[in-house]
C-alpha cells in the first residue's frame, strides 16, 4: 500500500525558510511527475511546483518562481520543497502528489505552514 507523508511544516517569521519533505513508502510504478500543492481554507488546492520523470522539468507557480525549489532523490522516495523568503500569504497546508502513469495520482495527508510574526 503506497503512503506519502508529508513533514517540515510549522511556524516561521517572514523571510524565514522552511524544507518540506514527502517520503513515499510503498512502491509506486512509472512515475511521471511529483508534485507539491497548497490549500487555504474556502478555496481549492493550488499547484506550487511540479517535476516530471527522471527529475528534468520544472515547474513553478507565479508567486513562488525564485523563492522555492522542488527536488526529489534519485530513488523517487522522498520530495523535498525549499521555501524561502516566506511571507504571510504563504500560510497554507501543504500536500505532496506523485502521480503513476498506470496507477493515478497519490496524495499525502499534508503539512501546515504558518507564516506569522
Known amino acids: 500500500q503506497v503512503q506519502l507523508v508529508e513533514s517540515g511544516g510549522g511556524l516561521v517569521q517572514p523571510g524565514g525558510s522552511l524544507r518540506l519533505s514527502c517520503a513515499a513508502s510503498?512502491?509506486?510504478?512509472?512515475?511521471?511527475?511529483m508534485a507539491w500543492y497548497l490549500q487555504v481554507p474556502g478555496k481549492e488546492r493550488e499547484l506550487v511546483a511540479r517535476i516530471t520523470t527522471g527529475l528534468i522539468t520544472t515547474r513553478y507557480a507565479d508567486p513562488v518562481k525564485g523563492r522555492v525549489t522542488i527536488s526529489s532523490d534519485n530513488a523517487k522516495t522522498t520530495l523535498y520543497l525549499q521555501m524561502n523568503s516566506l511571507q504571510p500569504e504563504d500560510t497554507a497546508v501543504y500536500y505532496c502528489?506523485?502521480?503513476?502513469?498506470?496507477?493515478?495520482?497519490?496524495w499525502g495527508k499534508g503539512t501546515l505552514v504558518t507564516v506569522s510574526s
Open positions: 502528489k506523485i502521480t503513476s502513469l498506470s496507477l493515478g495520482d497519490y
Open positions: 510503498g512502491s509506486i510504478f512509472s512515475i511521471g511527475a
